[in-house]
Nanobody, 116 residues
Framework: QVQLVESGGGLVQPGGSLRLSCAVS????????MGWYRQAPGKQRELVAS???????NYADSVKGRFTISRDNAKNTVYLQMNSLKPEDTAVYYC??????????WGRGTQVTVSS
């Protein structure tokens, strides 16, 4: 059974940093992309960053230059390094894996709160 488990969220002051991790267990065939989404209260879930099978990355305009997505294939883990955090980055962050067959796998999310 496939499981995605996020960790690393928490409360941080504006300007601070956090690193989110997504540990993947189980076997997923035909991975196309791995990514991080977020959902703030009252808002739709949005893509934050993704990394495709070839290694190319994509970022939302709002996080470019501040967030970095990476993966460790040996550890089956995807990371999101978040620097220069802003209050508007406050949200639940979800890990996602999408296959070539457009199947989506989701974690349960980890809360990130940016506040002084």
């Amino acid at each position: 059974q496939v499981q995605l488990v996020e960790s690393g969220g928490g409360l941080v002051q504006p300007g601070g940093s956090l690193r989110l991790s997504c540990a993947v267990s189980g076997t997923i065939f035909g991975i196309n992309a791995m990514g991080w989404y977020r959902q703030a209260p009252g808002k739709q879930r949005e893509l934050v960053a993704s990394i495709i099978s070839g290694g190319s990355t994509n970022y939302a305009d709002s996080v470019k230059g501040r967030f970095t997505i990476s993966r460790d294939n040996a550890k089956n883990t995807v990371y999101l390094q978040m620097n220069s955090l802003k209050p508007e980055d406050t949200a639940v962050y979800y890990c996602n894996i999408r296959t070539w067959a457009t199947n989506d796998y989701w974690g349960r999310g980890t809360q990130v709160t940016v506040s002084s």
